[in-house]
């Protein structure tokens, strides 16, 4: 069974602060992503990565920063945290096929407040 | 933006009864996926259908994709309390190999 988890379901951090959200995958998946999901905006990707050391900015990576240090491990940093990253953040991996895109698997998610 | 939309946005029936949910999206696919996303939670894998298909199943699953139209509906059949989710469409562009979501379908099933 593939399993994503999330260091955290809930955290709350003030305005400025920097905030590491981890995400660890046992599938030995080269692909990983994350996400952030807003009501109304659905699911939008954030950053991922098709290998250790290697990023891809997604759809709105302003404000973020990604680390993959090890292909198991993506971290997504918030520099300087403001209200309106507020939101549900989540991770997910997949194997890499190039044009497959096989399925991805999600982590449960961060919640994430800031005040 | 190349995210796709579910119609309808939210969806109440009785238990029982089927459930259809449809998704446009806007580019060329490699595949389309459906996916299921219980209240607070992370997503969850349902069926994957590549653009050379046109139907597939899955247990009380069954997925079309029309890539004339660039559609795809999920039909969840003899429903479920616990099918109460929701559900989300996600393509994967020709060329690519990450998922555009759409903004999901909340499925209420009432027992």
């Known amino acids: 069974d593939v399993k994503v988890t999330q260091s955290s379901r809930y955290l709350v951090k003030r305005t400025g602060e920097k905030v590491f959200l981890e995400c660890v995958q046992d599938m030995d998946h080269e692909n990983m992503f994350w996400y952030r999901q807003d009501p109304g905006l659905g699911l939008r990707l954030i950053y991922f990565?098709?290998?250790?050391?290697?990023?891809e900015k997604g759809d709105i990576p302003e404000g973020y920063s990604v680390s993959r240090e090890k292909k198991e491990r993506f971290s997504l940093i918030l520099e300087s945290a403001s209200t309106n990253q507020t939101s549900m953040y989540l991770c997910?991996?997949?194997?890499?096929?190039?044009?497959?895109?096989?399925?991805?698997?999600f982590g449960p998610g961060t919640r994430l407040t800031v005040t | 933006s190349q995210q796709g939309e579910e119609d309808p946005q939210a969806l109440s029936i009785q238990e029982g009864e089927n459930a259809t949910m449809n998704c446009s999206y806007k580019t060329s696919i490699n595949n389309l996926q459906w996916y299921r996303q219980n209240s607070g939670r992370g997503l969850v894998h349902l069926i994957l259908?590549?653009?050379?298909?046109r139907e597939k199943h899955s247990g009380r699953l069954r997925v079309t994709l029309d890539t004339s139209k660039k559609s795809s509906s999920l039909l969840i059949t003899a429903s479920r309390a616990a099918d109460t989710a929701s559900y989300f469409c996600a393509q994967v562009a020709t060329g690519a190999n990450n998922l555009f979501f759409g903004t999901g379908t909340r499925l209420t099933v009432i027992p």
């Open positions: 259908i590549r653009s050379n298909e």
């Open positions: 997910a991996s997949s194997f890499n096929l190039q044009g497959e895109g096989y399925e991805q698997y």
């Open positions: 990565s098709y290998d250790v050391k290697m990023k």
